[in-house]
């Protein structure tokens, strides 16, 4: 099984990018993993939000595949780290089929791509940068695999 993280648009703000690539190599270490950053739409000003999260959302669809897609949206279900631990354990131990996590765009998601998600995940029940919530939820999957080997990273 792989696990991948899509995001719209590049991540440019340097010490994000560092942290997001840190803990991307640290991820490799226990999982198939990979970072697929979406290009930014070209000329948007002439779109409306709506026009926008369709035509982000249609690349998302095609990144994502056949993938179990689940969204990071402020309006999902939130899980201390332990709990997102256990229910990353119960989808490694009987998926199917591939795991992506979808950080989306300035607006969000589209319908399209909220009628194909499997989930909804909520890291706060604030609003965070997208460019940010990179490392962020990187660092998250990375704390979940820990606690699942075992291992000291994790104090509770």
Same mark, same amino acid.
């Given at each position: 099984m792989r696990i991948t993280l899509i995001t719209?648009?590049?991540?440019v703000i340097p010490w994000v990018k560092e942290g997001l690539d840190d803990y991307?190599? =640290?991820? =490799?270490?226990?999982?198939?993993f990979e970072l697929v950053e979406i290009p930014e739409l070209k000329g948007t000003a002439a779109l409306s939000e709506a026009q926008i999260k369709e035509k982000e959302g249609a690349l998302i669809l095609k990144a994502a595949g056949n993938a179990e897609m689940i969204l990071l949206d402020e309006r999902g279900r939130s899980f201390r780290s332990v709990e997102f631990a256990e229910r990353l354990r119960g989808k490694l131990a009987h998926a199917s089929r591939d795991i992506c996590f979808v950080i989306g765009g300035a607006y969000g998601f589209s319908p399209e791509v909220y009628a194909k998600a499997a989930g909804k995940l909520s890291l706060s029940p604030m609003t965070f940068n997208h460019q940010m919530v990179r490392t962020v939820f990187a660092e998250q999957l990375y704390r979940a695999f820990t606690i699942i080997k075992g291992e000291p990273y994790h104090h509770e």
């Amino acid at each position: 099984m792989r696990i991948t993280l899509i995001t719209v648009g590049k991540t440019v703000i340097p010490w994000v990018k560092e942290g997001l690539d840190d803990y991307c190599s =640290r991820l =490799r270490h226990y999982v198939p993993f990979e970072l697929v950053e979406i290009p930014e739409l070209k000329g948007t000003a002439a779109l409306s939000e709506a026009q926008i999260k369709e035509k982000e959302g249609a690349l998302i669809l095609k990144a994502a595949g056949n993938a179990e897609m689940i969204l990071l949206d402020e309006r999902g279900r939130s899980f201390r780290s332990v709990e997102f631990a256990e229910r990353l354990r119960g989808k490694l131990a009987h998926a199917s089929r591939d795991i992506c996590f979808v950080i989306g765009g300035a607006y969000g998601f589209s319908p399209e791509v909220y009628a194909k998600a499997a989930g909804k995940l909520s890291l706060s029940p604030m609003t965070f940068n997208h460019q940010m919530v990179r490392t962020v939820f990187a660092e998250q999957l990375y704390r979940a695999f820990t606690i699942i080997k075992g291992e000291p990273y994790h104090h509770e």
